[in-house]
């Protein structure tokens, strides 16, 4: 994990990975200084891949500022440059934070219309979907996304499976028995 620090003018065109660029992970208030956590980027990219789809970043890093006019933690991770409130158009947010457990993310957050992710050391979990946060134990990301073998990534490509299929495949039994079949044909 490494912090690194950019300029939103000099350095906003550069690419984190293959569908991040610094721009994206600017703080809203026009800052020019962004702080970003290449684990974080890393992160997100595999979200991108996994559902095949933009991850749209609603906010990433936040001057103590700005943080505090929109009503963030005084030890939010985004003041940091490790997080981002992310969300992708035909994804349900909860999708996204089970896939985000899945990941390994420190931090996970659950909203109403998206979701955070972070690269804290420790792990925190919660749901704010009601509208008053709750601490939850996780979002069962483990289970449902360990059916990422070498077979089930074969037959999401043979097949076309976007990665909402195959987490609704994976997480029953019968999905989960065609999933095999179909990787067992040839």
């Avoid at 906010?59 to 440059?81: D, E, I, P, W």
């Avoid at 457990?101 to 979990?125: C, N, P, Q, S, W």
């Avoid at 077979?151 to 097949?159: C, E």
């Amino acid at each position: 994990m490494s912090v690194k620090t950019y300029s939103r003018v000099k350095d906003g065109e550069l690419r984190l990975s293959r569908d991040f660029q610094v721009k994206e992970f600017a703080c809203k208030d026009g800052t020019d200084k962004v702080l970003i956590d290449t684990d974080l980027a890393a992160g997100l990219q595999k979200i991108r891949e996994y559902f095949h789809k933009p991850v749209i970043i609603n906010s990433a890093y936040r001057t103590a500022a700005h943080n505090k006019r929109v009503g963030g933690s005084a030890n939010s991770q985004h003041l940091l440059g490790k997080a981002a409130d992310i969300r992708i158009e035909g994804v349900s947010p909860l999708l996204v934070a089970q896939y985000a457990e899945y990941t390994g993310m420190g931090g996970i957050g659950l909203y109403g219309t998206f979701t955070h992710v972070d690269t804290r050391a420790g792990k925190a979990r919660w749901d704010q979907r009601s509208g008053g946060q709750k601490a939850v134990s996780g979002f069962g990301g483990q289970g449902r996304f360990a059916a990422q073998s070498p077979d089930y990534i074969a037959v999401q490509r043979r097949y076309g499976f976007d990665g909402n299929t195959m987490a609704y495949l994976a997480a029953y039994t019968y999905g989960e028995a065609l999933l095999h079949k179909l990787a067992a044909a040839k």
